[in-house]
T-cell receptor, first 115, second 116 residues
C-alpha cells in the first residue's frame, strides 16, 4: 500500500537556522507531490507542489523542495527560518493508480522556531 | 473565487448523539474529501466523493458516513458519537479526476467537534 513517511515529528530551531524536513513515499508510479502548512489556528494551505518538470520547486515564503525520484523523496528546505514559520508541516502524495487519485498524507512535522 | 466552506465551525455534542457536518467545495470542483485531525495522529482520511459517488474510503467504522449532492456539496455524518470522535474535521476539494493536471487540495477551516 502507498504510504508517506515524515522523519521528523518535532523540530525546534532558532531563527536564521536552516531547515530540512524529510519526506519519503512508497509508490513506484506517477505521483504529484505537495507540502502543506498549518499555522496555529489557521487552515491547511499549500506551500508548494510538484507535478512534472524541474524537480526543484519553489514555494511561498522562501520554501523549496526537491523531488528525487530514485530516492522516492521530496524534502522541504528553507535556508533561514523565521519565528513566523512556526507551524505544522505536512507532506502529501497523490498516487495515480488506474482511476484512483487518492491523496496520501504524512503524519506531519511540528516546527517551533525560537526568536 | 470563494474557498471551501465548512459549517458549523464549532459543535458540542453528547456521547451517543449523531452529528452532520457540511462542506461546500470551490465552484467547479467535483472531488470532496473528508479528514479527521487530532493531535499526534495527523490527518486521517475518512472518504472522498466524486460526482456523488464515494471514490475512496479510509479505515473508519461504519458510524462515519457521507454523501455528495449534485451540486458537489458534501455532508458527513457521525452516528452514536463517542468521546474519541472529538477532533477537527476537515473538508478539502480539488479538481482531481477531472482530467486536469492541477490536483491540489484546497481546505476549509474545519469543524471543531467536541463530544462530552
Amino acid at each position: 500500500a502507498q504510504s508517506v513517511s515524515q522523519h521528523n515529528h518535532h523540530v525546534i530551531l532558532s531563527e536564521a537556522a536552516s531547515l530540512e524536513l524529510g519526506c519519503n513515499y512508497s509508490y513506484g508510479g506517477t505521483v504529484n507531490l505537495f507540502w502543506y502548512v498549518q499555522y496555529p489556528g489557521q487552515h491547511l494551505q499549500l506551500l508548494l507542489k510538484y507535478f512534472s518538470g524541474d524537480p526543484l520547486v519553489k514555494g511561498i515564503k522562501g520554501f523549496e523542495a526537491e523531488f528525487i525520484k530514485s530516492k522516492f523523496s521530496f524534502n522541504l528546505r528553507k535556508p533561514s527560518v523565521q519565528w513566523s514559520d512556526t507551524a505544522e508541516y505536512f507532506c502529501a502524495v497523490r498516487a495515480y493508480a488506474g482511476n484512483n487519485r487518492k491523496l496520501i498524507w504524512g503524519l506531519g512535522t511540528s516546527l517551533a522556531v525560537n526568536p | 473565487k470563494a474557498g471551501v466552506t465548512q459549517t458549523p465551525r464549532y459543535l458540542i455534542k453528547t456521547r451517543g448523539q449523531q452529528v452532520t457536518l457540511s462542506c461546500s467545495p470551490i465552484s467547479g470542483h467535483r472531488s470532496v474529501s473528508w479528514y479527521q485531525q487530532t493531535p499526534g495522529q495527523g490527518l486521517q482520511f475518512l472518504f472522498e466523493y466524486f460526482s456523488e459517488t464515494q471514490r475512496n474510503k479510509g479505515n473508519f467504522p461504519g458510524r462515519f458516513s457521507g454523501r455528495q449532492f449534485s451540486n458537489s456539496r458534501s455532508e458527513m455524518n457521525v452516528s452514536t458519537l463517542e468521546l474519541g470522535d472529538s477532533a477537527l474535521y476537515l473538508c478539502a476539494s480539488s479538481l482531481a479526476g477531472q482530467g486536469r493536471g492541477n490536483t491540489e487540495a484546497f481546505f476549509g477551516q474545519g469543524t471543531r467537534l467536541t463530544v462530552v
